[in-house]
């Protein structure tokens, strides 16, 4: 299961080198995504692998433990969280939207005081983050550990994800919000309309269109949490992702 730009691309020039071997052809393979497997393909130049499963990822397991997160607001402050590393200088974790985002959020003067950033995520320069925009509210807390990211969501009363990435394959990050009851705003790249239905468990925006993500921040908040941790359990659950293998397993040994 692969997740960045970086690795995708290393995996599917594998894909290609081993279908030379005809490893592939012959093997039961799993994609977390549609994208990846059709990605795959065109890379292999074939129609179809006759033994495939594409199952998605799910979330970590203390995500999934975690109490549903009860999205309040402190005031009228919408506290949105973006999950990314070098989100300042990465253009395929989203640095160019990351920068239109906060200038256009700067200037509209109705939202700005409204909004609150948190960035997780190493960056090079966490102060090319922070002076983005002297208007808005932005809040870099560094890398942090996947088992303290719940809890730290939780005390910053984060309602919102947002995901800038220009190439995801079955995005974590989104997994993740949706254990935990948030709403997902993200361009619809790689695998994320695979994970997000509109009005269900978030939005998915026409790639490079920020203006539209802006416009669906108030939106996602009328998005009932329990609907989305419903939805997520159905579909992406560690319990769900054990049973769909096993099922596939078992009917490829007939």
């Known amino acids: 299961y692969s997740e960045g730009y970086e690795v995708e691309m290393k995996f599917a020039r594998q894909c290609s080198l081993k279908v030379k071997s005809n490893v592939m052809r012959k093997a039961f393979n ?14 292999m130049g074939i129609e179809q692998l006759q033994k495939h499963l594409i199952l998605s990822n799910h979330a970590p397991i203390h995500f999934e433990n975690h109490n549903l997160i009860k999205r309040k607001r402190t005031g009228d402050v919408i506290n949105i969280y973006i999950v990314a590393d070098n989100i300042d200088s ?27 950033i948190h960035i997780f995520g190493s960056s090079k320069n966490r102060n090319v983050i922070l002076n983005m925009s002297n208007k808005l509210q932005i809040v870099y807390h560094g890398r942090v550990e996947s088992q303290k990211l719940p ?7 984060c309602c919102l994800h947002i995901s800038l990435s220009q190439l995801e394959n079955c995005s ?22 695979e994970l997000i239905k509109n009005s269900s468990n978030g939005f998915i925006i026409k790639n490079n269109d920020v203006k539209s993500i802006i416009s669906h921040i108030y939106p996602s908040q009328q998005i009932n949490s329990h609907d989305i941790r419903d939805y997520y359990d159905k579909n992406f659950s560690s319990s769900t992702f054990s049973r769909k293998l096993i099922e596939a397993l078992f009917d490829d040994r007939n």
């Open 90 to 116: 990465n253009v395929a974790k989203g640095s160019k939207h990351f920068k239109t985002l906060t200038s256009i959020l700067s200037g509209d003067i109705s939202i700005n005081e409204n909004i609150k």
């Open 30 to 43: 799993i994609f977390p995504s549609k994208w990846l497997y059709n990605y795959t393909l065109s890379r």
């Open 172 to 193: 974590m990050s989104i997994l993740e919000a949706m254990a935990l009851g948030i709403p997902s705003i993200a361009f619809d790249v790689g695998g994320n309309n």
């Open 151 to 157: 809890e730290i969501i939780e005390s910053m009363e």
